[in-house]
């Protein structure tokens, strides 16, 4: 696939596993783009006591190459070599560098995969099956700035994956970094004559369907010991380790970047204010949302 909208002989299939997976999104219906960080209501009021550290990814697809479970070794390195003009040219907070799997020892990549920094080899069956494994590691590195604060992957499950992340609770800081960063690189990508995989209906084209629209996944690590399951609107259900939930948002298509991020602040401010008042002994009935 190599197109932004799936052609007309694969729609019967893919249009009701869009509808069925992204809330009854359907056919007729067209996505929303909103990356202006200004536009996010607070985000740098998370209490750091609680929140751990804050992250905002995406991925992006490159108009003209196969997806990664079809794209060849040709294709996969000029993605590659494209990545890498690219990324070298951002400078400031952003200026980075690239770091070739291949190149890689063992233990640089395990201390880079246990540092939560870089992909780990595909070894499901699903992933395999699919083709993501092909002439691993060829082609594939991550990319990141001095101060490992904004992140790429190259050709693990999308051509690009784009993370922005940093200690504590200043989700606006976040936010803000991964729309200027992004925004950059899409820049960069089409002063060479490369667009990403895009349309109204669809939104960004990613690889796994359920990443379309937005492909994003805006997520706290955050302490709630008194509360032993977290769901909300917007949110993931999680099992808590030592207390520490990972919350995230579940949408990706038919909402903006900028109303994601804030479904996750708005929730997370209200886990935080709940877990404050059982730690008080009070109750928090009043702060439980209502049932969508």
């Known amino acids: 696939m190599t197109s932004s909208r799936p052609a007309s002989t694969t729609q019967e299939l893919l249009d009701p596993v869009i509808e069925d997976r992204h809330g009854g999104y359907k056919p007729s219906d067209k996505h929303k783009t909103d990356l202006n960080s200004d536009n996010l209501q607070g985000g740098d009021d998370l209490d750091s006591d609680y929140v751990l550290s804050s992250r905002v990814r995406t991925g992006r697809s490159v108009r003209g190459f196969c997806l990664p479970p079809h794209c060849s070794r040709g294709e996969r390195r000029a993605i590659e070599d494209l990545s890498i003009q690219s990324l070298d040219i951002l400078d400031g907070d952003l200026k980075g560098t690239y770091y ?4 890689m020892t063992d233990e ?6 246990d540092d939560h920094f870089l992909f780990d080899k595909p070894v499901s069956p699903l992933l395999l099956a699919s083709g993501m494994g092909r002439d691993w590691p060829d082609g594939r590195g991550i990319w990141h700035n001095d101060n490992k604060t904004f992140l790429v992957w190259v050709n693990e499950e999308d051509h690009l994956r784009v993370i922005s992340m ?3 609770g200043n989700m606006k800081e976040v936010f803000n ?3 200027a960063g992004l925004t950059k690189i899409e820049t960069l990508f089409k002063d060479r004559g490369h667009e990403f995989m895009w349309n109204e209906h669809l939104g960004y084209v990613l690889t796994c369907p359920s990443n379309l629209g937005t492909g994003l996944r805006a997520g706290v690590h955050v302490k709630l010991p008194n509360q032993t399951r977290a769901v909300w609107r917007g949110g993931v259900d999680t099992a808590a380790v030592g207390g520490v939930f990972d919350i995230s948002n579940a949408d990706r298509l038919g909402f903006s970047e900028v109303e994601l991020v804030q479904m996750v602040v708005d929730g997370v401010r209200l886990l935080v204010d709940m877990e404050k008042r059982l730690e008080a002994g009070q109750a928090i009935d009043d702060l ?3 049932q969508k």
């Open 100 to 103: 070739a799997l291949k190149n």
């Open 177 to 179: 970094r991964f729309c």
């Open 108 to 113: 640089e990549q395990q201390q880079l995969i």
């Open 166 to 168: 940093q200690k504590g």
């Open 288 to 290: 439980m949302p209502e």
